[in-house]
């Protein structure tokens, strides 16, 4: 994820499939069928609720926790959930995704005005005899 001025990048590893959902949503692909995050899209627009926000919220020994808020006629309803699948589903919805300042500070946040000298830094210390040694 990065921010609006793409200076800064937060790092979520998240797994093959929810990726590819997240992946399927900014490329705007569309499948014969639903997949789960578009068949929570249709269930929630068929029962007009509206995401207003998704909040990563947490992040304990390194698993980050998020929270979708919708809007429904009782009222605004906070549900928990993986933030891959958050991302997901307001990528789908059009909702903001917001990060608490906290999980910032906290996280292993990649400076994007830096990552040139990161992406240096990273070859330098490759082994790269071990690699070799895994050869396909």
């Known amino acids: 994820m990065r921010d609006e001025n793409e200076k800064w990048a937060l790092p979520i590893w998240i797994g093959l499939f929810e990726a ?6 900014l490329e705007n692909i569309v499948t014969p069928r639903p997949m789960t995050h578009d068949l929570i899209k249709n269930m929630l627009e068929t029962l007009k609720v509206k995401i207003e926000k998704v909040v990563v919220r947490d992040l304990i020994e390194n698993t980050f926790y998020a929270s979708i808020y919708l809007e429904t006629e009782e009222g605004i309803v906070e549900v928990d959930s993986r933030p891959s699948d958050a991302i997901a589903i307001a990528l789908r919805m059009g909702a903001p995704i917001y990060v608490k300042e906290e999980i910032l500070k906290k996280a292993n946040c990649i400076d994007l005005e830096k990552k040139d000298e990161l992406l240096k830094e990273w070859l330098e210390n490759l082994d790269l005899e071990s690699i070799q040694k895994f050869k396909i």
Do not use: P, Q, V
């Open 20 to 25: 590819n959902a997240i992946t399927m949503s």
